[in-house]
């Protein structure tokens, strides 16, 4: 199987044109490879990185190759084993005008892995995940600073390397669960721990957790999740229904948070024609 995508997205941190390529193979019966490989290209940012005044990232051009593997195996006709790993290297353009000079090669990775089961009747599941969002693993970002000035009053530069590896590095430890009851009904239960959030070593650990009740027609759900600053609950409501003989969807969604103590509410119509 080949999968292609080829778009193009203007993001709040910059302007980035996408490319990827995916190829599966079974292994077997119960055990697929995904290979993946892309290349991204991104103008007046790095890596989602930007700025302003005279470190501004205006002209700079990045293109940032990845190659992953992908994979899930499954014991038996409960359990499943699933993991994901992806290698990246980026190369940068420096800016037009900009104290910012250019950076060396840039090496990226992120992971995950994991297991998830359930029972004969399908009637519960459960998974449990390790992962590591996108790190920098190794690079530097050259900069042209200000050294000093001579007798006729012009100024000379110092170039000097900044490294963009961080201190730490992020680990995210999820569990879920869920139990399906009578009558089309289930809770779910969902737990995140977060070691070392934005890949600082000095950080605290982040975590939260969520449990939701779902049956035909509502969906209930309360969260509570703490960040380096405070801990916060959330909360949602959804209702959704099928009209005109299943030609149209009406949906109303309520959602509150209590980090900045906002209530909104959504209705959507949807038509099929």
């Given at each position: 199987?080949?999968?292609?995508?080829?778009?193009?997205?203007?993001?709040?941190?910059?302007?980035?044109?996408?490319?990827?390529?995916?190829?599966?193979?079974?292994?077997?019966?119960?055990?697929?490879?995904?290979?993946?490989?892309?290349?991204?290209?991104?103008?007046?940012?790095?890596?989602?990185?930007?700025?302003?005044?005279?470190?501004?990232?205006?002209?700079?051009?990045?293109?940032?190759?990845?190659?992953?593997?992908?994979?899930?195996?499954?014991?038996?006709?409960?359990?499943?084993?699933?993991?994901?790993?992806?290698?990246?290297?980026?190369?940068?353009?420096?800016?037009?005008?900009?104290?910012?000079?250019?950076?060396?090669?840039?090496?990226?990775?992120?992971?995950?892995?994991?297991?998830?089961?359930?029972?004969?009747?399908?009637?519960?599941?459960?998974?449990?995940?390790?992962?590591?969002?996108?790190?920098?693993?190794?690079?530097?970002?050259?900069?042209?600073?200000?050294?000093?000035?001579?007798?006729?009053?012009?100024?000379?530069?110092?170039?000097?390397?900044?490294?963009?590896?961080?201190?730490?590095?992020?680990?995210?430890?999820?569990?879920?669960?869920?139990?399906?009851?009578?009558?089309?009904?289930?809770?779910?239960?969902?737990?995140?721990?977060?070691?070392?959030?934005?890949?600082?070593?000095?950080?605290?650990?982040?975590?939260?957790?969520?449990?939701?009740?779902?049956n035909q027609m509502h969906k209930f759900g309360v969260g509570?999740y703490k960040d380096q600053k405070n801990v916060n609950e959330q909360a949602s409501y959804n209702w959704s229904k099928d009209?005109?003989?299943?030609?149209?969807?009406?949906?109303?969604?309520?959602?509150?948070?209590?980090?900045?103590?906002?209530?909104?509410?959504?209705?959507?119509?949807?038509?099929?024609?």
């Amino acid at each position: 199987m080949l999968e292609v995508f080829d778009g193009h997205q203007i993001r709040k941190y910059g302007e980035s044109d996408n490319v990827a390529f995916g190829y599966e193979l079974a292994l077997s019966d119960k055990t697929n490879l995904i290979t993946i490989a892309g290349l991204n290209k991104e103008k007046n940012a790095l890596l989602g990185m930007t700025g302003t005044g005279a470190y501004n990232f205006e002209g700079s051009r990045s293109n940032h190759t990845y190659l992953g593997l992908k994979s899930s195996a499954s014991p038996n006709s409960l359990t499943n084993l699933f993991g994901q790993f992806f290698f990246g290297k980026t190369t940068f353009q420096k800016p037009d005008d900009s104290i910012i000079a250019g950076a060396t090669p840039i090496r990226t990775t992120s992971f995950k892995a994991g297991i998830s089961r359930n029972d004969h009747l399908n009637k519960y599941e459960w998974s449990v995940q390790l992962s590591q969002p996108p790190r920098i693993e190794s690079g530097h970002l050259m900069m042209d600073l200000v050294d000093e000035y001579d007798q006729f009053g012009n100024l000379h530069y110092k170039n000097q390397s900044v490294g963009l590896a961080p201190s730490g590095r992020q680990l995210d430890f999820g569990a879920h669960y869920s139990i399906k009851l009578k009558n089309s009904n289930s809770l779910k239960f969902k737990t995140v721990i977060s070691r070392h959030p934005g890949h600082a070593k000095t950080s605290d650990n982040d975590w939260s957790g969520f449990v939701g009740y779902v049956n035909q027609m509502h969906k209930f759900g309360v969260g509570i999740y703490k960040d380096q600053k405070n801990v916060n609950e959330q909360a949602s409501y959804n209702w959704s229904k099928d009209i005109l003989q299943k030609s149209g969807n009406l949906d109303f969604r309520i959602d509150y948070d209590s980090e900045d103590h906002s209530l909104t509410s959504k209705a959507t119509l949807r038509m099929r024609f």
